[in-house]
């Protein structure tokens, strides 16, 4: 459920009307919803109500300090994946101990800025990232809080791309090495392992790779606490699919997510992280265009939108799907033709979607894309310098943008010339 509906005709984020903030702000623009942020937060933390738990977001996902700010201030803590995402969280207001340090490479400066700002955890993935830890944190006089990410090896069933939890990928330890890992993490002084770390990837539809995950971890828990560990955290990932489509089957709810992480984990009587990041932010935030042509073709008709793949990379990354819909709403009953919607980079890449079935457009109509608040507006680029799509937070009847449009001035001028020239 989300907060983009029409209302009389027009389609609305929350209480301020979509074409409103374009003629404010101009197009293209990805517009935030605050009440659907905070619905997606609290789904989480009420599906894990009972067990002692953090939601920390994968601010991967959404990264505006605005966005973090509203889920911090509601009780997320943060799970981040650079130094330049704790340093965006802790300009955000998210204390240190509520924030988690993933990924596979972090570097030394990124290590030593997180221990003296303070830090929850690192997510380790390697030895050799792990002996790096332990010199920083020595070399500073401190302990590093730490857990391992294993690799469960299990098929997450979604798109190769954001698969992370099969053997073959570049992602944690092997679980069947990891008596051996953190005996070694054991023996290492700087460090202070307080659990276990697993996420198998994103976009899952499914729960069943999750309970064999989770089952995995539980299991291994005994192990190590057999061994002398004090694993009193688990930090169980994200990875919960959305909707991309109204058609297609509804993914399960954070509830019967939280249900299977009782189930599975629930009598260990660890403290609980989860780091959910697309479903938090995917729903509550949308891409609005402009369209510039509509262009008939050899037995195809375009429509060419202000839009394109540099400011929403999924479809061309991902194969993704977006509803696309109109702002102003269609008359019932109006009639339906295919067309492809496109944007104006010079790739072939740069196509939203092919033959898809649309009530007709003109030049100058609004569309927005559905579902785009996760994995859009961080990731989009300049190419073929256009500037970033700024961004606007709307929360009830007010909006306000929280990321500008760059003049091409300010694109520019971030280039320097060398005196030889
Ligand atoms: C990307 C990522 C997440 C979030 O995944 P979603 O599918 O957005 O929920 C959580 N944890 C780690 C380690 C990640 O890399």
Same mark, same amino acid.
């Given at each position: 459920?989300?907060?983009?509906?029409?209302?009389?005709?027009?389609?609305?984020?929350?209480?301020?009307?979509?074409?409103?903030?374009?003629?404010?702000?101009?197009?293209?623009?990805?517009?935030?919803?605050?009440?659907?942020?905070?619905?997606?937060?609290?789904?989480?933390?009420?599906?894990?109500?009972?067990?002692?738990?953090?939601?920390?977001?994968?601010?991967?996902?959404?990264?505006?300090?605005?966005?973090?700010?509203?889920?911090?201030?509601?009780?997320?803590?943060?799970?981040?994946?650079?130094?330049?995402?704790?340093?965006? $969280?802790? +300009? *955000?207001?998210? &204390? =240190?101990?509520?924030? #988690?340090?993933?990924? %596979?490479?972090?570097?030394?400066?990124?290590?030593?800025?997180?221990?003296?700002?303070?830090?929850?955890?690192?997510?380790?993935?390697?030895?050799?990232?792990?002996?790096?830890?332990?010199?920083?944190?020595?070399?500073?006089?401190?302990?590093?809080?730490?857990?391992?990410?294993?690799?469960?090896?299990?098929?997450?069933?979604?798109?190769?791309?954001?698969?992370?939890?099969?053997?073959?990928?570049?992602?944690?330890?092997?679980?069947?090495?990891?008596?051996?890992?953190? $005996?070694? +993490? *054991?023996?290492? &002084? =700087?460090?202070?392992? #307080?659990?276990?770390? %697993?996420?198998?990837?994103?976009?899952?539809?499914?729960?069943?790779?999750?309970?064999?995950?989770?089952?995995?971890?539980?299991?291994?828990?005994?192990?190590?606490?057999?061994?002398?560990?004090?694993?009193?955290?688990?930090?169980?990932?994200?990875?919960?699919?959305?909707?991309?489509?109204?058609?297609?089957?509804?993914?399960?709810?954070?509830?019967?997510?939280?249900?299977?992480?009782?189930?599975?984990?629930?009598?260990?009587?660890?403290?609980?992280?989860?780091?959910?990041?697309?479903?938090?932010?995917?729903?509550?935030?949308i891409l609005v265009s402009e369209v510039v042509y509509v262009k008939s073709g050899e037995g195809r008709n375009f429509l060419i939108l202000d839009a394109a793949m540099n400011d929403l990379v999924r479809p061309a990354m991902y194969d993704a799907h977006h509803d696309i819909i109109p702002v102003v709403e269609p008359e019932t009953g109006v009639e339906q033709a295919p067309i492809d919607?496109?944007?104006?980079?010079?790739?072939?890449?740069?196509?939203?979607?092919?033959?898809?079935?649309?009530?007709?457009?003109?030049?100058?109509?609004?569309?927005?894309?559905?579902?785009?608040?996760?994995?859009?507006?961080v990731m989009a680029s300049e190419y073929n310098t256009r500037p970033l799509v700024p961004e606007v937070l709307v929360n009830g009847d007010q909006f306000a943008v929280i990321r500008a449009r760059p003049s091409f001035d300010e694109i520019i001028n971030r280039?320097?010339?060398?005196?030889?020239?």
């Open positions: 459920m989300d907060h983009f509906l029409y209302k009389d005709g027009a389609l609305h984020a929350e209480g301020v009307p979509v074409a409103e903030i374009v003629a404010a702000v101009g197009s293209p623009v990805y517009v935030y919803s605050t009440a659907t942020l905070l619905r997606h937060f609290r789904l989480f933390d009420e599906a894990l109500k009972g067990l002692d738990h953090v939601v920390c977001f994968a601010m991967k996902a959404a990264s505006n300090q605005a966005i973090l700010k509203t889920l911090a201030q509601a009780g997320a803590g943060m799970d981040v994946v650079s130094g330049g995402e704790y340093a965006r $969280a802790k +300009a *955000a207001g998210v &204390p =240190g101990d509520k924030i #988690v340090f993933s990924g %596979v490479g972090k570097t030394r400066e990124e290590m030593r800025a997180a221990l003296l700002g303070g830090i929850r955890q690192f997510n380790l993935e390697s030895e050799p990232e792990m002996e790096r830890l332990n010199e920083v944190a020595l070399s500073l006089g401190l302990r590093a809080p730490v857990t391992v990410r294993v690799n469960p090896d299990v098929d997450a069933k979604t798109h190769a791309k954001i698969a992370t939890g099969k053997s073959e990928n570049k992602f944690g330890i092997p679980i069947a090495r990891a008596r051996e890992v953190y $005996a070694h +993490a *054991a023996r290492l &002084p =700087g460090l202070d392992v #307080v659990g276990i770390d %697993v996420h198998i990837g994103s976009q899952l539809t499914d729960l069943e790779p999750f309970r064999m995950a989770y089952r995995k971890v539980a299991e291994l828990t005994e192990v190590l606490r057999a061994d002398g560990h004090d694993i009193r955290r688990l930090d169980l990932g994200g990875g919960l699919g959305i909707p991309y489509t109204r058609s297609n089957e509804a993914p399960p709810l954070p509830l019967q997510w939280g249900e299977v992480i009782r189930e599975e984990v629930g009598h260990l009587g660890v403290e609980v992280e989860i780091e959910p990041g697309r479903l938090i932010a995917g729903n509550a935030g919607i496109v944007g104006p980079v010079c790739e072939s890449g740069d196509t939203f979607a092919k033959q898809r079935v649309m009530p007709p457009l003109v030049e100058g109509d609004l569309v927005a894309f559905r579902s785009a608040g996760a994995y859009g507006a280039d320097s010339i060398p005196e030889w020239l």
